[in-house]
T-cell receptor, first 113, second 112 residues
Framework: AQSVSQHNHHVILSEAASLELGCNYS??????LFWYVQYPGQHLQLLLK??????LVKGIKGFEAEFIKSKFSFNLRKPSVQWSDTAEYFC???????????FGRGTSLIVHP | ETGVTQTPRHLVMGMTNKKSLKCEQH?????MYWYKQSAKKPLELMFV???????ENNSVPSRFSPECPNSSHLFLHLHTLQPEDSALYLC???????????FGPGTRLTVL
């Protein structure tokens, strides 16, 4: 079955630390990949997405993600986190021509000031 | 603001009540979705309407009934719910094949 795995369920960092959140997908064909963020009390919003082309994708707020096809991975990174990055982060994949996405279970990030 | 609105934002209901959640999108999208977000669980896709056809997750109980009268509006009708149905219900929309979803703020549902 198609799935998305986020291995880190809870991450706690201090401000200025570097961040990497893991995401692995299961399908070997065409895949579109997304990272969404949900700040406390706010709606889910898109951070970045990968459809094709350059495997290193830049998103909003200094986030980036790298698509590594050989590893079925799409890890999210930020070189220096801020307290305001405290949020829930969701990786999602859309396989083939389906408009139905598959979400990971999310990673809760807490950044201490 | 994402262009997707949901009402009400909070709802408390008893197990014998009947209520409806409403979602409206102002983005011209042709696919709309209902998700259930429970604490410590993955986002659960409940229903999808695309080009006014319905796709559903077969594990969703029949006490949840969706309605999509047109491409801009989506409802979730609730009846005889259980306490374990308490969750945040999210609506989203997308343009088919453009893939990015836009989410509403959600309805926080509490079933007593």
């Amino acid at each position: 079955a198609q799935s998305v795995s986020q291995h880190n369920h809870h991450v706690i960092l201090s401000e200025a630390a570097s961040l990497e959140l893991g995401c692995n997908y299961s399908y070997g064909g065409t895949v579109n990949l997304f990272w969404y963020v949900q700040y406390p009390g706010q709606h889910l919003q898109l951070l970045l997405k990968y459809f094709s082309g350059d495997p290193l994708v830049k998103g909003i707020k200094g986030f980036e993600a790298e698509f590594i096809k050989s590893k079925f991975s799409f890890n999210l990174r930020k070189p220096s986190v801020q307290w305001s990055d405290t949020a829930e982060y969701f990786c999602a994949a859309r396989y083939g021509r389906s408009y139905i996405p598959t979400f990971g279970r999310g990673t809760s990030l807490i950044v201490h000031p | 603001e994402t262009g997707v609105t949901q009402t009400p934002r909070h709802l408390v209901m008893g197990m014998t009540n009947k209520k409806s959640l409403k979602c409206e999108q102002h983005l011209g999208h042709n696919a709309m979705y209902w998700y259930k977000q429970s604490a410590k669980k993955p986002l659960e896709l409940m229903f999808v309407y695309s080009l006014e056809e319905r796709v559903e997750n077969n594990s969703v109980p029949s006490r949840f009934s969706p309605e999509c009268p047109n491409s801009s509006h989506l409802f979730l009708h609730l009846h005889t719910l259980q306490p374990e149905d308490s969750a945040l219900y999210l609506c989203a929309s997308s343009q088919e094949y453009s893939n990015e979803q836009f989410f509403g703020p959600g309805t926080r549902l509490t079933v007593l």
